[in-house]
T-cell receptor, first 115, second 114 residues
Framework: AQSVTQPDARVTVSEGASLQLRCKYS??????LFWYVQYPRQGLQLLLK??????VVQGVNSFEAEFSKSNSSFHLQKASVHWSDSAVYFC?????????????FGIGTRVLVRP | EAAVTQSPRSKVAVTGGKVTLSCHQT?????MYWYRQDTGHGLRLIHY???????EKGDIPDGYKASRPSQENFSLILELASLSQTAVYFC?????????????FGAGTRLSVL
């Protein structure tokens, strides 16, 4: 069975500072990996995804993530955060051998950006 | 733009009562999903469907039924609501390109069972 671990439940950063959110996964092969963001009282929205090729993927709002097969990780980064980046961020995994997209999510990391 | 609409946005139900959560998508997607969100658990898959009139069990289906009467509509049914089913429920849809697909989520339904 696959799993996703987000070790940090909450992260607080100052506006303009850099941000890194950690994600580790467990799966028998290389999975499809995703980062979703949930703003207050909204559904989840896709930030970026990885399924092959360049291990560094670019997403919306200047977010990027780096896939590491050796470390089973898919960490999310942003060079300079804005107050509007305050949200809950979810890392998710999808098996490569299934139809549809039955995601397995981490518990999420709540990010608070201080002005 | 992809659109998934859930109704109601919030609901208070009594223990033992029947609850129906509705979802409508205008994305022309084959796949639809129901997830529940609990603090400390992230989102967990309850049921999903890849074609009308057919549903599949997800990871936590106990206590829930699903119905897909058409491509656009997908309902989640709690026949006998229990306190443990208090959560936020999200519906999502996706296309048919396998695990690479982006899921498009609705805004969620906050269910409180008293």
């Amino acid at each position: 069975a696959q799993s996703v671990t987000q070790p940090d439940a909450r992260v607080t950063v100052s506006e303009g500072a850099s941000l890194q959110l950690r994600c580790k996964y467990s799966y028998s092969a290389t999975p499809y990996l995703f980062w979703y963001v949930q703003y207050p009282r909204q559904g989840l929205q896709l930030l970026l995804k990885y399924y092959s090729g360049d291990p560094v993927v670019q997403g919306v709002n200047s977010f990027e993530a780096e896939f590491s097969k050796s470390n089973s990780s898919f960490h999310l980064q942003k060079a300079s955060v804005h107050w509007s980046d305050s949200a809950v961020y979810f890392c998710a995994l999808s098996p490569t051998n299934s139809a549809g997209n039955k995601l397995t999510f981490g518990i999420g990391t709540r990010v608070l950006v201080r002005p | 733009e992809a659109a998934v609409t859930q109704s109601p946005r919030s609901k208070v139900a009594v223990t033992g009562g029947k609850v129906t959560l509705s979802c409508h998508q205008t994305n022309n997607h084959d796949y639809m999903y129901w997830y529940r969100q609990d603090t400390g658990h992230g989102l967990r898959l309850i049921h999903y469907s890849y074609v009308a009139d057919s549903t599949e069990k997800g990871d936590i289906p106990d206590g829930y039924k699903a119905s897909r009467p058409s491509q656009e509509n997908f309902s989640l049914i709690l026949e006998l609501a229990s306190l443990s089913q208090t959560a936020v429920y999200f519906c999502a849809s996706s296309g048919d390109r396998g695990g690479q697909n982006t899921l498009y989520f609705g805004a969620g339904t906050r269910l409180s069972v008293l």
